[in-house]
């Protein structure tokens, strides 16, 4: 069976999970992706051709009649390709809908469409309208474009939600993250038996390989129980920023607390600046993005908690994986699936700087922070 996926882009951490795929019999993976820089991609994701070893199709990548990205030649290359299935996803997905000489040659060839998505801030059919009046949708800057309230504002976000529908019952079947997908998926007219949940991780055999290699390396940073460690892209819906205030608030009951930023992206500067306006620079160490493994998992090996202050997902797998205590509020839906409430992490309010504050607070004073718990949840999770 060939499978092909529609990407914007080679995150590292995929193509070790599609090599994997690709390894088993009778299945083989081909991935289109775009030949130059995406607009799909967010600020600062990580893209490599290491760890690929699957085949890769570079496609010139165009903005479409209908304002979005799509591929050129992507019948041709279907075609010649021939494809089992083929696995899409935002906003590929509306390629679909709005060439109909594609979705005839996908239905003539006998190829099954997958639709790929968290799904993460869709909101439920009979509530779209409301959702996008209140500006639910963010960019990775926190901010939203919609001008709420007017008639052109209403047509459009209508017609965003009737194509929403139209992609979603023209698939054969639908891929999520979080079990929420039955809900929100189904409001829009799918039936639950085409509706899969498949969690979102990394390749966690690589993970639990490299961490064995580490117990015979020596510490990358000194002993401290009071560690806080960032792992990701440095953009707004991070909420770094946030993280960083709080840890000045943090240091006058633990002087020896300090945060470990590892990542990238348009906001390091700012985010440098802030700390040292704080007087944190010797409490903020910026070490810069990290993708080899063994490196990144020293750091979530010196580390004492793991803290996703915004958006996110994989990297709570991997600090389970490293044993570490997470506290978290609303990620990517990774979370509801991993994280349990003083069983190996804590929550906080979402966006809250206080509940932030309050929940690392209670997780730095307890003698016993739970983490060694979330090695055993990725592992009965089938994540090894």
Request: hydrophobic share 40%; with cysteine.
């Amino acid at each position: 069976m060939k499978v092909l996926f529609m990407f914007g882009g080679l995150p590292h951490y995929y193509n070790y999970v599609l090599s994997r795929l690709n390894a088993l019999e009778g299945l083989e993976i081909v991935v289109v992706a775009p030949k130059e820089g995406s607009v799909t991609v967010g600020a600062g994701v990580h893209q490599s051709k290491e760890g690929i070893d699957f085949k890769v199709i570079f496609l010139e990548e165009y903005q479409a009649f209908y304002g979005k990205s799509f591929f050129r030649n992507f019948i041709k290359t279907i075609k010649e390709e021939k494809p089992d299935i083929i696995v899409t996803g935002w906003p590929y997905v509306l390629g679909f809908v709005y060439y109909p000489s594609l979705l005839l040659t996908v239905r003539r060839t006998g190829i099954r469409l997958i639709n790929k998505e968290i799904p993460f801030k869709v909101p439920k059919y009979q509530e779209a309208r409301q959702f996008f009046q209140e500006g639910g949708l963010l960019s990775e800057d926190l901010q939203t474009n919609l001008k709420r309230g007017s008639l052109l504002f209403n047509l459009k976000y209508d017609l965003v939600t009737w194509v929403r529908k139209r992609y979603y019952n023209l698939v054969d079947a639908h891929v999520n993250y979080v079990e929420d997908a039955y809900d929100i998926i189904g409001s829009y007219g799918v039936p639950k038996e085409k509706i899969f949940i498949t969690y979102n991780s990394p390749d966690t055999d690589r993970i639990f390989a490299a961490k064995e290699k580490i117990k015979e390396l020596p510490p990358i940073l000194p002993p401290n129980a009071y560690r806080l460690l960032h792992v990701g892209r440095l953009v707004k819906w991070k909420r770094v920023n946030m993280l960083i205030h709080t840890l000045k608030r943090l240091k006058q009951d633990y002087p020896d607390a300090e945060v470990v930023v590892i990542g990238k992206g348009p906001e390091e500067e700012n985010l440098k600046a802030q700390a040292k306006a704080l007087g944190l620079e010797d409490s903020v160490r910026f070490i810069g993005a990290i993708y080899d493994i063994e490196t990144l998992g020293r750091y979530f090996t010196a580390a004492g908690v793991y803290v996703l202050a915004g958006m996110g997902g994989l990297s709570i797998n991997e600090a389970m994986c490293f044993n570490k205590a997470i506290v978290c509020s609303e990620a990517d839906g990774t979370e509801k699936k991993l994280v349990r409430e003083g069983y190996n992490g804590s929550y906080f309010r979402d966006g809250n700087e206080d509940s932030l504050y309050q929940t690392l607070h209670k997780m730095l004073s307890a003698p016993e922070k739970p983490s060694e718990n979330g090695r055993k949840i990725v592992k009965l999770s089938g994540r090894k």
